[in-house]
């Protein structure tokens, strides 16, 4: 049974959604870094809207930052997984001067077990490299892979976690759903640009 639990988490977090085409900080989210139509988002979703879910009982939905996953229930992986998650602090040094005028959009899910390892681990590795958590925005999915501003489409989300990196309004590349090798060398990979293709890319 636990075995049937684990393959039916893996399998919703990467069950790809059918396509009809193809920030952050303690208190609250900030605008400043984001486009047009994720500045529409930001406005149309609730921030930390909890709605409940028939599957996994309560989920998280739209925008959200880290005071929604330090709540419960969500707190019991988020913070759990933030404490015991080693970070590699040699990357995070050659990540750091890499991350000035970088804008990070995340999309995620707090019922997915994938999301559940990563985001705290994103986190960790952003708070030791001192990133400007107004240049970060969070978006938690349902089990569709859907927000209630749809703004998943135009990011052209099948599968979360995907972490999407950005300068001057371009996205540099993304991340998607697990490392290559560890978080830090994929964000490293992606910032350096180096040649880097996430699990789904062909």
Same mark, same amino acid.
């Given at each position: ?67 929604? /996953? ?10 759990? +997984? ?64 859907? +927000? ?34 560890? /978080? ?19």
């Amino acid at each position: 049974a636990i075995i049937l639990c684990a393959v039916l988490s893996i399998w919703a977090c990467n069950n790809q959604k059918k396509a009809t085409n193809g920030s952050e900080g303690t208190a609250v989210d900030s605008s400043n870094a984001m486009g047009g139509s994720d500045a529409k988002a930001a406005m149309a979703d609730p921030l930390n809207e909890i709605v409940p879910n028939e599957e996994y009982d309560t989920i998280m939905l739209g925008r959200i930052n880290r005071n929604g /996953l330090q709540q419960e229930p969500f707190s019991e992986w988020f913070t759990s +997984t933030y404490d015991i998650q080693p970070v590699d602090s040699a990357m995070v040094t050659k990540i750091e001067p890499l991350l000035q005028d970088v804008s990070i959009t995340v999309f995620m899910g707090t019922w997915c077990s994938d999301s559940q390892r990563e985001i705290p681990h994103l986190y960790k590795i952003l708070d030791a490299a001192d990133f400007d958590y107004d240049k970060l925005t969070v978006y938690a999915v349902d089990d569709m892979k859907t +927000t209630p501003s749809n703004i998943e489409e135009e990011h052209n989300i099948a599968y979360v976690p995907t972490i999407i990196f950005s300068k001057n309004g371009e996205e540099m590349d993304r991340f998607v759903e697990y490392a290559q090798n560890t /978080l830090e060398e994929d964000i490293y990979a992606i910032l350096n640009g180096a040649e880097y293709k996430d699990p789904y890319e062909e």
